[in-house]
């Protein structure tokens, strides 16, 4: 998967159609966790860098930009589908959704904006936000700032590593997915180690 990946990287790099799909990738990963939309940025990232397609403000705008829209439908999702009354039909549900609120009320901020590093995690944080009426306005704020830095930390990333792979755009989309899942790995077990265990 990941060599399909870097062909599909190195061949689309300069087309026109590029950002506006990226965009719309990127807040769809919001809310279907598996894509692969860190390794895509810094990959991207690096062939630009390589070779000076696409532009790295482009690509760290439709990260950003998508990244926002994502996780606000993903929080909308959770507000609206009534998942609280879901949990709330069983013991064990209820447990876990005042757990999950009183985290939120205690340290929301970080939650929001840690949580956009977590591949999967992302989805379950944005989702579980809406569920427990986390506040939309401060919801909202917190993913302008979440998604502005992981587009700009995995835009970096991507542009490191095209620097080092100048004039390769499939040596540079190599290594900067190689990177990202790297980082993505390194930054899932560092979270999984400092958060507490959930109820039971």
């Known amino acids: 998967m990941v060599e399909a990946l870097n062909e599909f990287i190195a061949l689309h790099a ?3 159609w590029l950002v506006p799909v990226l965009f719309v990738f990127f807040a769809v990963d919001g809310v279907v966790p598996p894509l692969p939309s860190e390794g895509v940025l810094v990959g991207l990232a690096a062939v630009g860098a390589s070779t000076g397609a696409p ?3 482009a690509l760290f705008a439709a ?3 998508g990244a926002w829209v994502g996780d606000n439908i993903a929080y909308l999702l959770g507000r609206h589908a009534r998942l609280d009354r879901l949990l709330e039909r069983t013991d064990r549900g209820r447990r876990a959704l005042a757990w999950a609120r009183t985290r939120f009320e205690r340290r929301g901020a970080l939650i929001v904006i840690i949580g956009r590093w977590v591949p999967v995690g ?3 944080v944005n989702l579980t936000a809406g569920a427990t009426a986390f506040s939309q306005k401060r919801f909202a704020a917190l993913t302008v700032v979440s998604g502005g830095l992981w ?3 995995s835009v970096g990333l991507g542009t490191l590593a095209g620097r080092w792979v100048q004039d390769n755009a499939l040596a540079a989309a190599g290594l900067g997915v190689a990177l990202a899942l790297v980082v ?7 979270l ?3 958060s507490p265990p959930t109820p039971v």
């Not at 993505?184 to 560092?190: K, M, N, Q, T, Y």
């Open 14 to 16: 300069g087309a026109g």
């Open 55 to 57: 532009h790295w403000f």
């Open 63 to 65: 990260g950003a930009a």
């Open 122 to 124: 992302r989805a379950a």
């Open 151 to 153: 587009a700009a930390w």
């Open 184 to 190: 993505a790995f390194a930054v899932e077990r560092i």
């Open 192 to 194: 999984r180690w400092l």
